[in-house]
């Protein structure tokens, strides 16, 4: 073998010695991370007792309690419009009056058809006093047999034709009366005054304009009257939350208009029909229309104003609470025959069966670790849960982060809990 041989040869054995070394080290490396037990940050709260106060959010508009549309009964042009929008009125007071002439009209000629029918019943009732003697006068002659009974057959027939006249012409001037009565309301109702001491909230109309009764359709909405200093909010609560919510409750009141200044409130009407939108779609919501009475009273306040409504539905004071955020579920893995399999099986077409339907967890701190532990929840408020059976005050309960909290943890995991810098609410934001 020649000395460049040799030398070829050598470096061959360095080559495939270094990448040896280097294989092996690798391995050792992988082999020493795979042993390494993986820490999960946290961050940690004890568990104390606070009120827990349940809230149903919902949202709508302000709204006057008492408040009536003004709409005509007769059709007229208006010729008298003495109240202009936001004008204050009394009850009783002239709103607006629509041209009588056609129903001063019609009033006069119902009372010369009453007159007429009162005339002629004069006339009847005489002629029924006079059927009536000669009938009793041919009566009497028949008894002692001066008369023929044909005779009294035609006097009694005469009387009881003239009497059923007389009680039709009756029938008529009543029917004249009531026709009479009928005019005077039609005409008295072309005189529109106030219903209630309030407000023109709304003027739909004009001084000149025609409007249509309410024998036509609905009629012309002419204008709203309305008692300002008695306000509701009126929102839609979703069907879910409705059930919650009873007469009574209190609610706090948040206007766009006047930003976070609070009002209260309280819950007198739940309404029982369900309002739909987007009906046969995905998109579809039912709501439930309540109604909340505001407290004092606020001259500022104006009707249509949007409005956000938060309806204190229960209360429970000096019970173990936990943030919101540190409650998840878990599913019992080992309820599965087949083991992890089964498991992602099941987590992958998404069906839970009762045995294995997911439990209500949370992981505290023990020592370096994760404690899972199952607990019974209460009610909540937008922070913290009511616990009701699991824990007990000062335990040490593992908050966030929210991904550690929902997936990461499990019992036995290895943590390092962090100092809490921020509340899990400034955390969203």
């Not at 008298?80 to 009850?91: A, F, N, R, W, Y």
């Not at 024998?215 to 309305?226: A, C």
Request: contains cysteine.
């Amino acid at each position: 073998m020649s000395a460049q041989q040799k030398k070829k040869s050598k470096k061959k054995i360095i080559v495939f010695t270094s990448l040896g070394i280097l294989i092996i080290a690798v391995i050792v490396v992988a082999l020493l991370n795979g042993n390494k037990e993986k820490i999960v940050k946290v961050t940690a709260e004890k568990v104390q007792r606070r009120t827990i106060t349940q809230v149903v959010t919902a949202t709508g508009s302000i709204d006057p309690i008492d408040k009536v549309i003004i709409t005509p009964e007769v059709t007229g042009e208006i010729v008298e419009l003495p109240v202009k929008e936001g004008d204050q009125v009394k009850k009783g007071q002239l709103l607006a009056r629509i041209k009588p002439n056609i129903y001063i009209a019609q009033r006069n000629r119902a009372q010369a058809s009453l007159q007429s029918a009162e005339a002629n019943l004069k006339v009847r009732e005489a002629t029924l006093d006079k059927a009536k003697s000669e009938y009793e006068r041919i009566k009497k002659l028949f008894e002692k047999g001066l008369a023929s009974q044909q005779e009294l057959d035609n006097a009694k027939a005469n009387f009881l034709t003239n009497e059923g006249q007389y009680l039709s012409q009756v029938s008529m001037v009543k029917q004249a009366e009531e026709s009479l009565a009928e005019k005077e309301e039609d005409l008295a109702k072309t005189k529109l005054t106030a219903p209630l001491d309030g407000t023109i909230s709304q003027l739909n109309v004009e001084l000149g304009e025609r409007v249509l009764g309410s024998g036509f359709s609905q009629g012309t909405n002419m204008m709203t009257v309305s008692n300002l200093e008695n306000m509701e909010a009126v929102v839609d609560v979703d069907e879910n939350d409705v059930v919650n919510v009873a007469k009574g409750d209190t609610a706090i009141i948040k206007i766009d208009a006047f930003g976070d200044e609070e009002f209260k409130g309280l819950v007198y009407q739940v309404g029982n029909s369900a309002i739909k939108t987007g009906a046969g779609s995905q998109d579809q919501v039912v709501n439930f229309e309540v109604k909340i009475n505001l407290l004092g009273k606020n001259s500022k306040i104006k009707p249509g104003m949007s409005c956000d409504a938060d309806i204190q539905t229960e209360t429970h004071q000096n019970v173990l609470a936990v943030p919101i955020q540190s409650l998840t579920a878990r599913i019992d893995k080992g309820n599965f025959k087949k083991g992890k399999r089964d498991f992602r099986k099941m987590k992958k077409t998404n069906k839970v069966d009762k045995k294995n339907k997911p439990q209500e967890v949370v992981f505290l701190v023990n020592g370096d670790h994760a404690k899972m532990v199952k607990v019974k929840s209460g009610i909540s408020d937008e922070d913290y849960i009511e616990i009701v059976s699991g824990l007990k005050e000062g335990d040490k309960v593992i908050t966030g982060p929210y991904k550690a909290v929902s997936r990461a943890l499990e019992d036995g995991t290895k943590i390092l809990v962090e100092k809490k810098n921020k509340s899990f609410r400034d955390k969203k934001k």
